[in-house]
């Protein structure tokens, strides 16, 4: 469904990634773990044309994404969940899922996956006309979600979704992933919280500056020694 | 009654500034630049108004909407050309940039009008309104200018709010790159910005010269800054901030004018920007919401 190949990016003279390559198939949840700085960012940056890369390809579907306007991309079945969150502080929550639809026409369907985001996610419904800027980190990861499965991706992207949040409100988080997951849409994930990570993933790969060190079904990193040194902290 | 009078005068010369200040607080808030060729735009604006009616002769109707489609084009070729190759240049090249476009304009309009002033003619035809036996008068002008800058106000502020491409300018004015993950265009969005904002200079054009009728290649300078001032004073970026911004910075003026020195009332414009930024840098309206993490 999504396959980087060869990818190299420059932060002007220094290279953040050296010829990465991996491949995201339908219906799967791949994890990108690394450390800080290792480049994952970067390389969903790439993915949705927030930069542009200085070699290699990002195919999705046969399509290779460079060639596109990154304003072009989600209207393809791509939705990215920015590291950080990135709502938009002074809109409501309402308005702010509503952007995530703003490719899509029919008002019918829009409604209809309006419910589904409430539904999945209760406290945004409540808090429907309150300002995104005011909700708390774990409700406005949730709305940042929520507002990515609004323009009914193929595949989220999301980026730290962890970051910040309680223990508690991180294992909220990655029931939610999971369940996006069982619904339906490809998922590829990156997180420096890596036991999470793999916990959920079918397979993941191993970033470190800038280049795939390692990957493998995600239960058998589990038990990989060095992942475990590096990543897991035992 | 002459306070009231005045007072009612510097509500119009407000509302002017008003409509010029939408202008600067919308490229401000979606584009993060100070577009000091604003101005400029409307004494674009009075020329092309005074060429089409004294020098070819055509209604004044046309004139105003050929002035306000030229305008707007001006708008969005300004920044096509100017301004969009700098959008990762620092804020510091943009604002050269953008008074180097300012004196471009001035010099260009020196060039083909000449140095000496034009007489604009009034185009409003509304007769003027006396009230309480003859002792108040309000002009045509005024009685046009008020209505409209309200009806411009709300227009503009159902578009922001209601419409997709005005929600589309709310999300580019708060995060660029958020915008373009929703799949907004935001070079199209700007132009559009930009678009508004010049075609709201030209109205602004036709409600100033139509009051204050000498038009000059620098006519648009000093109502660009009043209404930069405006801009700054009621919030910059917050198109209510404009509003407001405009319509006291109208009544001082005319006030100060009126009641302490006609030589001073720039001044005072002025003294007030500087105090109302060492009391609020934000200014009145402009509002710094904290975002937690």
């Known amino acids: 469904m999504l396959e980087v190949k060869n990818l190299q990016v420059y932060y002007g003279v220094i290279q953040a990634i050296k010829d990465v390559s991996f491949t995201v198939n339908e219906g799967e949840v791949i994890a990108l773990i690394g450390a800080n700085g290792a480049g994952k960012t970067t390389i969903l940056h790439t993915i949705t044309g927030l930069i542009a890369a200085k070699g290699g390809e990002v195919l999705y579907e046969g399509v290779d994404l460079q060639k596109i306007p990154a304003h072009k991309i989600v209207g393809m079945g791509i939705a990215h969940v920015p590291e950080g969150r990135h709502v938009f502080a002074q809109l409501s929550v309402y308005e702010n899922l509503l952007m995530g639809a703003f490719t899509r026409k029919n008002k019918a369907e829009i409604e209809e996956s309006l419910e589904s985001v409430y539904k999945r996610f209760p406290r945004l419904k409540e808090r429907k006309n309150q300002l995104a800027g005011t909700l708390s980190g774990g409700e406005q990861q949730m709305l940042a979600m929520g507002r990515a499965l609004m323009s009914k991706p193929k595949i989220i992207l999301m980026d730290e979704p962890s970051m910040g949040l309680s223990p508690i409100l991180v294992g909220e988080i990655f029931d939610i992933i999971q369940s996006i997951s069982k619904s339906g849409t490809t998922v590829l994930l990156v997180e420096q919280n890596a036991k999470k990570a793999l916990s959920i993933a079918d397979r993941a790969y191993v970033l470190e500056t800038g280049k795939i060190v390692l990957t493998d079904d995600a239960k058998k990193l589990m038990d990989n020694e060095s992942v475990k040194k590096a990543y897991l902290g035992e | ?293």
């Open chain 2, 1 to 293: 009654m002459s306070f009231i009078s005045y007072l009612i005068k510097g509500i119009s010369l407000g509302s002017v500034y008003s409509i010029i200040a939408l202008g600067y607080t919308m490229v401000y808030g979606i584009a993060k630049m100070l577009n000091f060729a604003h101005g400029d735009v409307i004494m674009v604006g009075g020329y092309v108004i005074f060429t089409v009616m004294s020098m070819i002769g055509l209604n004044p109707f046309v004139a105003v909407l050929l002035s306000i489609i030229l305008c707007t084009l001006l708008g969005i070729t300004i920044e096509r050309v100017a301004y969009k190759p700098l959008r990762s240049a620092s804020s510091l090249a943009v604002l050269i940039t953008a008074i180097g476009v300012s004196y471009l304009l001035q010099n260009l309009a020196l060039l083909i009008f000449g140095a000496d002033t034009k007489s604009f003619t009034s185009i409003i035809a509304v007769p003027a309104l006396k009230l309480a036996d003859g002792r108040l008068t309000i002009s045509g002008e005024t009685l046009v200018t008020i209505p409209l800058c309200i009806l411009i106000m709300v227009l503009l502020t159902v578009f922001v709010k209601r419409s997709k491409t005005g929600r589309s300018m709310q999300a580019v004015s708060e995060d660029k790159a958020a915008a373009v993950l929703m799949g907004i265009n935001v070079n199209k969005t700007i132009a559009i910005t930009f678009a508004i904002g010049s075609s709201l200079a030209a109205v602004a054009s036709v409600l100033m010269f139509s009051a204050y009728p000498s038009l000059t290649s620098t006519s648009g300078s000093m109502p660009g800054i009043k209404a930069f001032v405006a801009a700054v004073f009621g919030g910059i970026g917050s198109i209510p901030g404009a509003m407001l911004g405009g319509i006291l910075l109208g009544v001082i003026e005319i006030l100060g004018r009126a009641y302490i020195s006609s030589q001073l009332a720039d001044a005072i414009v002025f003294l007030i920007l500087i105090i109302v930024l060492l009391v609020k840098p934000t200014g009145i309206l402009g509002k710094k919401i904290q975002e937690k993490v």
